[in-house]
């Protein structure tokens, strides 16, 4: 399994930024605070969520593949089950 680290969180008007690194390629990825509660109910920490997100993508296609900048919510379009399957 890949190497994943959170290396930045940047808090802005909506959300959060994530700079997420798997083993030396760089992602930008935005969540924003209603999709979080929405997934989360408020259990988990933002970047335990997108920790988790990462996992879940990279179990169904390579990492070179991933976007390099993305809103989470649109794993959902590529993935319907994303939701339901990260959903607390």
């Given at each position: 399994?890949?190497?994943?680290?959170?290396?930045?969180?940047?808090?802005?008007?909506?959300?959060?930024?994530?700079?997420?690194?798997?083993?030396?390629?760089?992602?930008?990825?935005?969540?924003?605070?209603?999709?979080?509660?929405?997934?989360?109910?408020?259990?988990?920490?933002?970047?335990?969520?997108?920790?988790?997100?990462?996992?879940?993508?990279?179990?169904r296609?390579?990492?070179?593949?991933?976007l390099?900048?993305?809103?989470?919510?649109?794993?959902?379009?590529?993935?319907?089950?994303?939701?339901?399957?990260?959903?607390?």
């Amino acid at each position: 399994m890949e190497n994943i680290k959170i290396k930045k969180q940047n808090n802005t008007e909506i959300g959060w930024q994530f700079l997420v690194d798997v083993d030396g390629i760089e992602y930008e990825v935005i969540l924003e605070r209603e999709y979080w509660q929405k997934l989360t109910r408020n259990d988990i920490e933002p970047s335990v969520l997108i920790y988790k997100s990462f996992e879940f993508l990279l179990k169904r296609e390579p990492k070179e593949s991933i976007l390099r900048k993305f809103n989470l919510k649109d794993i959902s379009y590529y993935f319907p089950e994303y939701q339901q399957a990260i959903s607390i």
